[in-house]
């Protein structure tokens, strides 16, 4: 069984950065052995997967975010983050923690608002 909470949402200007954070609480398997994603969903658009990383530390990433987000993870915190740079209005959602192992689990969301 795992919980998921994120934190670290909020109002940026576009060219700003965030820093959200998805804290576990893991029972069975530890934190190490699941593969954590970031995803986000716009209002009116489908919920898509932002970044990804591997129980062993391989990340990947969607498109429009390459170069901007940073997805790592601390196991021994068992905390997962989402460095967000270069912020632009288009990343304006709400952003999903989610882990999976041999099922999947997800956070509430943060709410992540970029605008002038």
């Known amino acids: 069984q795992v919980q998921l909470v994120e934190s670290g949402g909020g109002l940026v200007q576009p060219g700003g950065s965030l820093r959200l954070s998805c804290a576990a609480s893991?029972?069975?398997?530890?934190?190490?052995?699941?593969?954590m994603a970031w995803y986000r969903q716009a209002p009116g658009e489908q919920r898509e997967q932002v970044a990804r990383?591997?129980?062993?530390?391989?990340?990947t990433y969607g498109g429009s975010v390459k170069g901007r987000f940073t997805i790592s993870r601390d196991n021994a915190k068992n905390t997962a983050y989402l460095q967000m740079n270069d912020l632009n209005p288009e990343d304006t959602a709400v952003y999903y923690c989610?882990?999976?192992?041999?099922?999947?689990?997800w956070g509430q969301g943060t709410q992540v608002t970029v605008s002038s």
């Open positions: 990383i591997y129980s062993y530390g391989t990340t």
């Open positions: 989610h882990a999976r192992r041999n099922q999947e689990y």
């Open positions: 893991v029972s069975g398997s530890p934190f190490s052995a699941y593969t």
